[in-house]
């Protein structure tokens, strides 16, 4: 930036102007000049010119740097002396200084109050720069003398310049003042409902309304009693008197929404007599469309409320009514998509609240979208829609959408459209994912759509399948697809979700005529599915590439393979009970360890192995959990699930052979207390869970120890996670991504031939210093927000680098840091090699412990990124550094 300094000092007006616009789009860049002292020194020394063109670039470029700069005194004072010149030019520039440098500066804000005061009440002041001056007073709020003094003069302006402009502007400074300020919320909304009733102009009526949706916004449960009575006086008396009548009972309508939202306004008109319900019961028939939306919204949030609340809801038929029937007209027009979306909306949130809802609108909706013609390109918008609102009630509760089974088969084979047919074929696997058996008519309707169709449409089929447990016709669907892809990538990405696939295809698909599979069956379904998961790891991992990282699909495929060979081991170590006996020196050997448990014989240590096997799998579940900060929350639910089945399962195992309680995480320790969310995917899990806890071995006094009926419930445990009972959902975050966030890290030093350790003389210390950078996605913060970031520095000593056990010698430090702008950086200084004892930290981030010896170490960065909840999620990278620690030639001691 020193260049576009010096060329501001030394160039033409011209050469200023494009500065100037430089320092206004760099808006988020500016904290990071180094040396800001020398950078405003540059651009000041204009301040002094002649020309009052060049003074007046030089206020508006200090005024786009105010945010690095808001306490600068010299500018402070230029800002007010320019104010007084002369020259037009130089006084705007002036009063764009000013509000930038208010809107950062406490000091300059409250210093400026009384001269902006002075410039507005003065008679010398033109009209349209008193219009420039007013906007300034919104940022006058840092102490309530100031603000209460500005808000005096608003007032004496309002009275003393009664044109529609000048109202505008300062009800618009007022009420974002009473925003920041909060204390004059109530009086500022009384102010505009004064204005709204008794101002003629619409212009002004408009402008109030649009006020007071932002005070709604921003503080709902701070307006005055009656206030919202008063709005639904005057909006009654505007109907009346018909002029803009709509577009303000639009307006109105907007912030009655908005108000609505906050609980103390729904429970405020639960009265069948209340103004509200009138308004909204006449309105929501109204022939505007845009007003009937606006109108049964409302209705709709305050019959949820009481729904919610336990109270008597008033008018709900009428609200039933009134969305089905706009639910059939808008969805005849592709102009009104936003609204049929919020009647929707409102129509899954009265489903949620009340079940007895459910089938009228499924009825209604389902009705709308297999009986009108809604074929040609324009429409197909509107079914889309129809069709996420019915999965959406679905979801909800079981067995919903069973009634609609015959339409959507018919609406399948009638359709032409790609998206519907895939829209539909989701919703079709959302109804038998309730563990209903697949009927010969159901699959020959998804075979005939998936033969007509691209591959990426089977794709996304084969995608839903999965998602629901429908892995039969995944593994079909990805079976045709693998070798009509053109990239290897692609390919080996399709071959692992067969084989994915496939695997819990061994699992589900039941043997004829047997209704209760033998051992030799249950092992043999196990390892056909682990075969299959051994070889879908391999197919992810050649699929992944640096710019797609297939880490979690590879993972989540891994620790599911482990699982099932933990249960064959499990299984396996119940059938020992009957194949090897206690040896004749069990006996001895209870007395020797003293362990009663070991009269068993073999089968303790290998039930013992099983549990440890078990806990280790839910421990990596729970790794797999903290390194997926970007999952939507259905995966990271079906992760926690998995891992509950684990825990369970070893639990049971304890129990039977002996051992510590299972307490990873305490606050849940109790499994019950575990809470699935009630989609789709999650009820089969949840069932899951329930019967395992059902045929859990119990611990009364008379069933001890390693018995026949104990271990029959540990086979039954292991039949019910493999005999086809439950149906494992693939998680969205397998398939898709929705949010994505990164972090880059550099660590410096960096030595200067690459590969080479960086050379740190022995007793000194080594100053690291970590910078990062957060990356994000289309859609960053989708599902939470990095709120800092952990950076975590270990350093490996040279005799323990190749070592896989964990020493205590291993040093850790962390800090963590609040990234500005989606930039971070920490310092450490590190103590390698001494031979004496520690030297005192000088630094927050110093090792208090020095090594005991030199030679090559390694300096090893990760991070971890922390919520808003305070979550640690570790999904951040590693950086490696190598520091060979060197003794000095002058400090070597003679033998």
Avoid at 207 to 231: D, E, T, V
Avoid at 573 to 578: D, F, G, K, Q, V
Wanted: glycine share 4%; proline share 5%.
């Amino acid at each position: 930036m020193r260049s576009y300094t010096e060329v501001f000092r030394t160039g033409s007006n011209f050469l200023r102007v494009w500065v100037l616009r430089v320092c206004q789009q760099s808006e988020k860049h500016l904290d990071k000049i180094l040396n800001v002292d020398e950078f405003v020194r540059r651009i000041y020394s204009v301040i002094h010119s002649n020309d009052p063109v060049a003074r007046a670039l030089t206020l508006r470029t200090l005024g786009s740097i105010a945010g690095i700069i808001p306490e600068r005194q010299q500018v402070h004072h230029s800002i007010r002396r320019s104010l007084d010149s002369h020259d037009s030019v130089e006084v705007e520039a002036a009063i764009y200084a000013a509000q930038m440098f208010a809107a950062q500066s406490k000091l300059f804000a409250v210093s400026m109050c009384s001269k902006i005061s002075d410039m507005i009440k003065g008679q010398a002041t033109p009209a349209s720069m008193k219009l420039q001056l007013i906007p300034i007073l919104q940022y006058m709020h840092h102490d309530t003398y100031t603000a209460s003094m500005v808000n005096e003069l608003c007032m004496e302006l309002l009275a003393s310049y009664p044109a529609a402009e000048f109202v505008r502007v300062t009800l618009s400074a007022l009420t974002t003042l009473a925003t920041a300020t909060l204390i004059h919320v109530p009086q500022q909304v009384l102010l505009l409902l004064s204005y709204l009733e008794d101002d003629p102009r619409l212009s002004v009526k408009r402008h109030a309304l649009h006020l007071l949706h932002g005070l709604a916004r921003s503080g709902a449960h701070l307006w005055p009693q009656g206030a919202l009575n008063k709005l639904i006086e005057s909006t009654t008396t505007l109907l009346q008197d018909g002029a803009g009548s709509i577009d303000l009972l639009i307006r109105t309508l907007d912030v009655i929404e908005v108000l609505s939202q906050n609980a103390v306004t729904c429970d405020a008109n639960t009265d069948e007599n209340s103004p509200l319900l009138q308004l909204c019961l006449n309105a929501c028939y109204s022939p505007d469309l845009f007003v009937a939306v606006k109108a049964i919204t409302i209705l709709s949030r305050i019959a949820c409320y009481c729904y919610k609340e336990g109270l008597p809801v008033y008018g709900i038929q009428d609200v039933i009514a009134c969305l089905e029937s706009l639910i059939v007209l808008l969805v005849l027009d592709d102009k009104h998509l936003h609204q049929l979306k919020a009647c929707l909306r409102s129509t899954v949130k009265l489903c949620q609240s009340q079940p007895s809802h459910c089938a009228v609108f499924v009825d209604v909706i389902g009705f709308t979208l297999t009986n009108t013609s809604l074929e040609n390109s324009q429409n197909e918008k509107q079914t889309i829609v129809l069709c996420e609102a019915l999965g959406a009630i679905g979801s909800l509760w079981e067995n919903t959408l069973l009634p609609l089974l015959p339409d959507i088969l018919a609406k399948l084979e009638q359709t032409s459209h790609v998206h519907t047919k895939v829209m539909l074929c989701t919703l079709l696997f959302q109804m038998v994912a309730g563990g209903y058996e697949w009927n010969s008519e159901c699959l020959e309707t998804v075979d005939n759509v998936v033969k007509n169709l691209d591959g990426w449409a089977k794709y996304r089929i084969a995608r839903s399948a999965a998602r629901y447990g429908h892995h039969t016709i995944a593994t079909e669907i990805f079976k045709s697809l693998k070798e009509t892809v053109a990239s290897e990538q692609l390919h080996f990405w399709l071959s692992g979700l067969e084989l994915v696939t496939k695997a819990e295809c061994c699992l589900i698909n039941k043997t004829e005529g047997v209704e209760i599979p033998t051992k030799a069956e249950i092992v043999e379904k196990l390892n056909a599915a682990i075969a299959h998961y051994s070889s879908a790891c391999a197919s992810l991992k050649a699929a992944s590439t640096p710019l797609r990282s297939l880490q979690f699909p590879s993972e989540y495929s891994k620790l599911r393979c482990e699982f099932l060979q933990t249960l064959v081991q499990l299984l396996h170590s119940c059938i020992s009970l009957c194949t090897a006996p206690p040896p004749a020196i069990a006996v001895t050997v209870v007395h020797t360890t003293k362990d009663d448990m070991q009269r068993y014989g073999r089968v303790t240590h290998q039930l013992r192995k099983s549990a440890q096997d078990l806990k280790n799998c839910a421990e990596n579940y729970q790794k797999l959990y903290q390194s997926a900060f970007d999952a939507d929350p259905g995966s990271l639910t079906n992760i926690r699930a998995l891992q509950e089945i684990c825990r369970l399962l070893a639990n049971s195992v304890e129990r039977v052979c002996g051992g510590p309680a299972i307490s990873m995480y305490p606050q849940q320790n109790d499994s019950v207390n575990f809470h699935f969310d009630d989609s789709v995917e999650m009820r089969q899990l949840a069932f899951c869970c329930s019967e395992l806890r059902h045929l859990a071995p119990s611990n009364s006094e008379g069933k001890a120890g390693i018995s026949h009926v104990r271990v029959s419930s540990l086979i039954s445990q292991v039949t019910l996670l493999a005999d086809g009972t439950m149906r494992l959902p693939i998680p969205r975050y397998f398939f898709q991504t929705l949010q994505t966030t990164s972090i880059k890290l550099s660590v410096s030093p960096q030595p200067r031939v690459l590969g080479e350790p960086v050379s740190v003389p022995q007793g000194s210390q080594l100053a690291l210093k970590v910078e990062g950078v957060l990356r994000h996605g289309r859609r960053a913060s989708l599902f939470r927000s990095v709120a800092a970031v952990c950076i975590s520095i270990s350093t490996t000593p040279p005799s323990k680098i190749n070592s896989d056990q964990k020493d205590s010698n291993i040093n850790e430090l962390q800090q963590t840091v609040t990234p500005h702008r989606d930039f971070f950086a920490c310092e450490f200084l590190l103590s390698l090699g001494l031979p004496g004892p520690a030297i005192p930290p000088c630094m927050p981030g110093a090792n208090p412990v020095a090594s005991a010896s030199g030679g090559q170490y390694q300096i090893t960065a990760s991070a971890s990124i922390l919520d808003k909840d305070g979550n640690v999620w570790k999904c951040g990278p590693r950086s490696t550094l190598p520091v060979r620690v060197h003794e000095e030639p002058g400090k070597r001691k003679m033998p």
